[in-house]
Structure formats: structure tokens, C-alpha cells
């Protein structure tokens, strides 16, 4: 079946622009996530989402950083005012959630803020 | 909170011999661990998963070992594959909160 899907997968942005990129879970998947993976690290937590509720935004970076799933299915990363060290992949993942641990990982959007 | 310690960060070994990558965590609460595999380009991929009651796992050439007291976790891949080649993420999750916390990933290179 159809496996977590992001848009785009690349994007440049100049510095001081506002970005928004998408991730689509997989069909059923109540709990959705965020993460965010600097070149040569592993993937490090954003925010949880649990159908449309957030549950947990404590991985974000700053402010300038907001998540919303609004009909807890399709959701929307979206970063203003980019900066240089925002450059990274965000990775979107998703899972069956009721106590199902396993997480399920998008190919990721690479941004590069220039 | 969790803390994931992973090594070693490179890993070169002969096709056809034995891999071990070998991790830590801190928080005593972690009862899930899974192993992913991400190739250049690609997402992270789930290839094997272990919870706090049970040892160890096996599936084909992969096996996990878990450490509860030690809190070690270590992922075995046995008779090794051009195809191994990628960096592998060791991680640790609690019902806590559900958020998985990743190691810093080891490239593994199989060698012809």
C-alpha cells in the first residue's frame, strides 16, 4: 500500500522567507510526527500529533516554527522568517497509534536556506 | 530525559561476515527499540523492532539483543550484502510519550 508521502522533497528558500511543507501519513494512521535531521546526525523529535490534537510541540526550535493537522489527517510543517541553520531534512512520520509503536517515515524534505 | 548512545560510527566489514552495531540509553523507562535503515536520499526505514519483555529477536540475517539492566541494545546482521551498505539508526521510545529518540547513526560499509 501507499507509504508516507511528503511535498516537496527539495526546496531552497532565501533567507527570510516563509516555508510550509507538507506530509501526507499513511491511510488510518491516527498519530503523526516530526522530526528534523541535520547532515551526518540521526533524526531529532519536532512535534506529535495525535489525529488533530498536538500533544507535543517540545522539539521545536524556536517560534518561528508551527505544525497544524487541522482534520488529523493530512499535516503542514511551516517555518517563517528561515534561517540559515533551519537547513536540514524534515522528516514526517506516522503510526497506527493505540499503543502501536511502530513509526513509519516519509522520504523527507530537504531544505536549503541560502 | 532519553540520551541514545550509538556505536561505533563506522563500520567497515567483508561481504559475508557478521556486522554488530551496539547502543546505549539512560532512561530506565524506554521499553521499545527500534533499528532503522536509511540509504542515501531516503527516509529512515523500520527494519527490526524489539520491546522491554523479551531478549532478543531474530528475523533472517537480522537479530536484536536487548540489555535491560545493562540498558544496552545491539543489532546483529549476519552473512553481510552489497545491499547492507547504509547508516543504520539505533533508537528508544517509552509510552511516556511516544516520541522516538535516535542514536547518531553508523555507516556500515560491505566490502567486496
Known amino acids: 500500500g501507499a507509504g508516507v508521502s511528503q511535498s516537496p522533497r527539495y526546496k531552497v528558500a532565501k533567507r527570510g522567507q516563509d516555508v510550509a511543507l507538507r506530509c501526507d501519513p499513511i491511510?488510518?494512521?491516527?498519530?503523526l510526527f516530526w522530526y528534523q535531521q541535520a547532515l551526518g546526525q540521526g533524526p531529532e523529535f519536532l512535534t506529535y500529533?495525535?489525529?488533530?490534537?498536538?500533544?507535543?510541540k517540545s522539539g521545536l526550535p524556536s517560534d518561528r516554527f508551527f505544525a497544524e493537522r487541522p482534520e488529523g489527517s493530512v499535516s503542514t510543517l511551516k517555518i517563517q522568517r528561515t534561517q540559515q541553520e533551519d537547513s536540514a531534512v524534515y522528516l514526517c512520520?506516522?503510526?497506527?497509534?493505540?499503543?502501536?509503536?511502530?513509526?513509519?517515515f516519509g522520504p523527507g524534505t530537504r531544505l536549503t536556506v541560502t | 530525559g532519553e540520551n541514545v548512545e550509538q556505536h561505533p560510527s563506522t563500520l567497515s566489514v567483508q561481504e559475508g561476515d557478521s556486522a554488530v552495531i551496539k547502543c546505549t540509553y539512560s532512561?530506565?523507562?524506554?521499553?521499545?527499540f527500534p533499528w532503522y535503515k536509511q540509504e542515501l536520499g531516503k527516509g529512515p526505514q523500520l527494519i527490526i523492532d524489539?520491546?522491554?519483555?523479551?531478549g532478543e529477536k531474530k528475523d533472517q540475517r537480522i537479530a536484536v539483543t536487548l540489555n535491560k539492566t545493562a540498558k544496552h541494545f545491539s543489532l546483529h546482521i549476519t552473512e553481510t550484502q552489497p545491499e547492507d551498505s547504509a547508516v543504520y539508526f539505533c533508537?528508544?521510545?517509552?509510552?511516556?510519550?511516544?516520541?522516538?529518540?535516535f542514536g547518531k547513526g553508523t555507516r556500515l560499509h560491505i566490502l567486496p
Open positions: 491511510s488510518g494512521h491516527v498519530s
Open positions: 524489539i520491546r522491554s519483555n523479551v
Open positions: 532512561d530506565s523507562a524506554s521499553n521499545y
Open positions: 500529533f495525535q489525529n488533530e490534537a498536538q500533544l507535543d
Open positions: 533508537a528508544a521510545s517509552s509510552n511516556r510519550d511516544d516520541k522516538i529518540i
Open positions: 512520520a506516522s503510526s497506527l497509534g493505540g499503543g502501536s509503536y511502530e513509526q513509519y
